[in-house]
């Protein structure tokens, strides 16, 4: 079992900037690759970015690319999502979640992961 616990929604004006951050506890965190999804009311769960189990491959949905930076720090078992100039359409709840991670795979899809926090919700105002 991984138990993941988000932080850092809130409410930002269009153009600002998040930091949101993904405590885990349980297995070894090292063993797994991590993803952030968002939910907006009345769509489905989308994929947000990744990063391997190391670190060292990361992959970004096109509509956050240039925008949103995931990182990880396997020393104090997080990872974060620093979101920069966000806008209106970014307005979701944010979930955080665990993938096995072998062979430094960088799962984009929610049916890869097998443990998820409970979100937190960002909003993003024009």
């Known amino acids: 079992q991984v138990q993941l616990v988000e932080s850092g929604g809130g409410l930002v004006q269009a153009g600002g900037s998040l930091r949101l951050s993904c405590a885990a506890s349980?297995?070894?965190?090292?063993?797994?690759?991590m993803g952030w999804f968002r939910q907006a009311p009345g769509k489905e769960r989308e994929f947000v970015a990744a990063?391997?189990?190391?670190?060292?491959?990361?992959y970004y949905t096109d509509s956050v690319k240039g925008r949103f930076t995931i990182s990880r720090d396997n020393g104090k078992n997080t990872v974060a999502l620093q979101m920069n100039s966000l806008e209106p359409e970014d307005t979701a709840v944010y979930y955080c979640?665990?993938?096995?991670?072998?062979?430094?795979?960088?799962?984009?899809?929610?049916?890869?992961?097998?443990?998820w926090g409970q979100g937190t919700q960002v909003t993003v105002s024009s």
């Open positions: 349980g297995r070894t965190f090292s063993y797994y690759a």
């Open positions: 990063i391997s189990k190391s670190g060292g491959r990361t």
């Open positions: 979640a665990a993938a096995w991670g072998g062979n430094e795979i960088v799962p984009t899809t929610r049916y890869e992961y097998a443990y």
